[in-house]
């Protein structure tokens, strides 16, 4: 029996084209012999489609839409298709997540969901409710079992996925499932999927989208396990791909090649930066180049992504700028064959300090006028995105954002913050492996240089920071393991280090609330895996 | 027998302070004869904690902080305290929603709620796992109901959430809630409150916090029914209070007075207001005073919110500013007795221009130059706020936030949006309300002229928008009600202009992806309630 992996690119709420890559997907995998098609989960709705799923009209277009799609699969293989269903009482909600059955030209089963995760990207149970009934289907004289998002029970949660389906007879799971991408996170799904099969002897196959849609990347890597647990299939990593599985395969494919982090990473910011400026309408991009690793590195990511002919890279010296910054900036532009404007600032500092001298007027400078320049920065950024229809790349990186190091409204300012999730230590290791493998992208200078804001004469980040391999060590505790102050101390760390770090994350909450969407590349990024309140008293 | 509502402020994740105000609150209702006194949900964690709840230490220090508070209650009556609980098993995730009995200086008895929640502030199902045991206590011979949340509940979920205390033959009903504001609730609330105790014939009493975190006001009004439903205690709005509800009354006391939408939001807005900036430690504001209806209005929340000797009013006229606004803005500050700055913005927009000049050469102008003045302005209020550390207020509305007809980093910089919930044409009636309850204080040709932006020559809003009456019906519908195009031009609307608004809503999502946090006062603010993504493709 082979089972279709349709691993498509869908984007939320663009039900007429995300039908159209299905019924493309489906054909290739017809053509190829495919005795069952499986989408991704919710594939017709465009995961996550969020608040979309409050629009009553919006599920009904969807059924509209399956009923159209299974009309033109009328000759195809039968084909499941996830889609949101309303709630046959009430007034709809809250909804079904459900897998529609297509066969013959039409809707011949619904299977919906039986159990809704929290703690989800797309916070599942704000739409859906669990529904109890049955799980399973027949084709080709074989019963497989339909299991929704398996990989996301996790070892700390008792319950199996699979083992209803086991109980019922199932002799093939397919899982749909739209997980997104976050580093290191594929070989824990393929290790927990193979489990899966072998304890329930079960061949299971896998079904995940690829794609950028907001701050979620898919990395797709649709799989297939024989019952005994060995991988049989696999799919593209971060690419679409129709994955045929024959589920009677003994024999073990290889395992994946592409799991090292720093390849991980580069293919998942290439990707949510292409498909954000796509799926926004965006055909270029513009940033500003400081001299520094962070810019130089979203400068590569958005060349790569985009192409350089679309990448417009801006220096904005200050009176604080070292010439460093500018020439390595040049140096990088043209290694990245991208064009660049230089838009020095110091005439709009003055006119500022001019404007506010009298408000100002027997003040010590602060950060103030750090900031100032910052925003100054932004705000020249934003008329040329404005003026050229270009999206403007914000190039913070994580360590960065956690500890507050940033300008509301300055640096952060931006449509996509490309190296958001990414920690300081992680981009210097990305960017060596760019040079590694391509050709020394971002000159030696940059990589070697003491990072700096350059926002007063001689001033480095770690006058005010601790180093970034410690600081991110904290910030990788805290957040992405949710460490209290004592449990890091516990581990080792300076007391008064541990303290500062995690009293400057809590007082950066208010520039977080207000930043922009940035790609998640790990397993807790700032944004919607994060919610912490401002006006809030507690010292972590 | 007297049942003590202790209708408090907590801020989110301040155990201590949380418990002192409990501990003060307790003690007054000892004083007075309490059989029984009763938190809000969650009170001593201060909702909502939001992802404080997902570190253990913070769960772990609310016992500890409830340990003491029982010790320190020892003599008074026994008092029910709401707070998370580690689950036993796993590593304490997920968690329960419990209320603690404490009597005799312990803990007595835990119960936990048996239902989460979807779609509220808090997205409980995050954090939360339901428990099956017992909802019941006995006090002074009398056996106690606990609901959690009971006017969540509301007509179209078919769940009773007294029931089944109802059937455990409670003899009273006591609610914990946390309950957000919004405009037109309380009545619902009562009336919804009423019927149950009514239906299944038991007094019931429902305590609710106070005060602002973040984005959410709560209103108190915290109240009992006697079994026949009628109202016999209510505590103060938008205030503290210890509500002493004497359940066996039967005499109804009278309906509320308060309950008009004017003196509602602007109650809630000024508490909203004076929170935000209390709890994140501000003691003063700065707003732009543009000479128009959105920050006059948001001026006089100010002030009452924090006094006039702490609010300063900032005038940034531009070459395009009326004569008119700048003495409109002077009369309302004299008028409110505040401070004001002068700050003309045309030294730095010829700056701006000259910096750009190169980069612009052979371009037509466009919205890029009226976003720079915005950002200018935005840049100077940032850099008053950031020397006198005193909170910027941001002044749009609701309209203008849902079309876009705002400025991203512009007139949308600010630490909080004090109207960002308030359609346009009901900030009107709530300017006219304060003139009419609290003498002129906002000048009537501020009340009178045509809104605009005045970012370019002799420009209104009217020029881009639809008049504010129609536009308002149209966003709410589609806001709050989740109607689509289809239904709304149904109900009798012009399709061009409908269509045309609410693709003017979808496209406007990237700016509202990054605004400040806006006081809740409507069932549907933008914010955590609205949830769209922005690389989407949907004509709603």
Chains 1, 2 share one sequence.
Not at 4 to 28: K, W, Y
Not at 142 to 171: M, T, Y
Not at 388 to 405: D, F, H, I, P, W
Request: charged share 20%; glycine share 8%; with cysteine.
């Amino acid at each position: 029996m082979n089972i279709a992996l349709l691993q498509i690119n869908p984007t939320a709420g663009d039900l007429r084209g995300n039908a159209a890559l299905l019924s493309t997907a489906a054909q290739a995998a017809a053509a190829r012999g495919a005795d069952l098609a499986v989408s991704p989960e919710l594939a017709l709705a465009g995961y996550p489609p969020h608040d979309l799923l409050l629009s009553a009209d919006f599920v009904t277009r969807s059924w509209t839409q399956i009923d159209l799609l299974a009309r033109e699969l009328a000759d195809g293989p039968p084909t499941l298709i996830g889609l949101p269903e309303l709630h046959p009482s009430n007034d709809g909600r809250p909804l079904f997540n459900t897998v529609a059955l297509i066969r013959g030209g039409r809707i011949e089963q619904r299977i919906r969901s039986a159990r809704i995760p929290a703690d989800t990207a797309l916070d599942e149970s704000r739409y859906f409710e669990p529904f109890h009934g049955t799980q399973t289907i027949d084709i080709a004289g074989r019963r497989v079992g339909i299991s929704f998002c398996a990989d996301r029970w996790n070892d700390r949660n008792p319950h199996d996925p699979i083992e209803a389906l086991a109980r019922d007879k199932a002799q093939v799971i397919v899982a749909l499932a739209a997980s997104p991408f976050a580093c290191g996170k594929h070989a824990l799904r393929e290790q927990r999927l193979a489990d899966l099969a072998r304890r329930h002897q079960v061949p299971l196959v896998y079904v995940n989208q690829f794609g950028g849609n907001d701050d979620l990347v898919f990395d797709g890597r649709s799989c297939g396990f024989s019952a005994a647990g060995a991988p049989i299939a696999r799919g593209a990593s971060f690419d679409a791909d129709v994955v045929l599985c024959d589920i009677t395969r003994t024999e073990p494919i290889g395992a994946p090649t592409d799991l090292d982090a720093e390849s991980e990473l580069w293919s998942a910011l290439v990707l949510g930066t292409r498909d954000y400026a796509r799926k926004c309408g965006f055909g270029s991009a513009v940033l500003g180049l400081s001299g520094g690793i962070d810019s130089a590195l979203v400068a590569a990511i958005a060349v790569e992504a985009l192409g350089p002919s679309h990448v417009l890279g801006v220096m904005m010296p200050s009176p604080y700028s070292s010439r460093g910054s500018v020439d390595d900036s040049a140096a990088l532009a043209a290694t990245l064959g991208i064009d660049t404007l230089t838009l020095p600032i110091e005439d709009a500092m003055t006119a500022m300090d001019r404007t506010l001298a009298a408000a100002f007027a027997g003040t010590a400078r602060d950060v103030t006028e750090e900031n100032l320049q910052a925003r100054i920065r932004g705000t020249l950024l934003m008329a040329l995105s404005n003026k050229r229809g270009s999206l403007l790349l914000t190039t913070g990186n994580k360590s960065e954002l956690a500890v507050g190091y940033c300008t509301l409204y300055g640096d952060m300012a931006g449509g996509l913050a490309v190296i958001a999730d990414v920690p300081k230590t992680m981009v210097y290791r990305v960017a060596r492996w760019v040079n590694a493998t391509r050709g020394t992208l971002i000159p030696e200078s940059i990589l070697t240089k003491a990072p700096s804001a350059e926002l007063r004469p001689n001033q480095t980040d770690q006058d005010s920071l601790p180093p970034y391999d410690l600081l991110d060590d904290i910030l990788q505790r805290h957040i992405e393991r949710h460490e209290s102050a004592d449990t890091i101390v516990a581990a080792g760390f300076d007391p008064h280090t541990v303290h500062r770090v995690l009293r400057l994350v809590r007082h950066a909450e208010f520039k977080r609330k207000q930043a922009a969407p940035g790609l998640q590349v790990t397993t807790r990024a700032f944004g919607a895996g994060w919610r912490m309140p401002i006006a809030a008293k507690y010292e972590p």
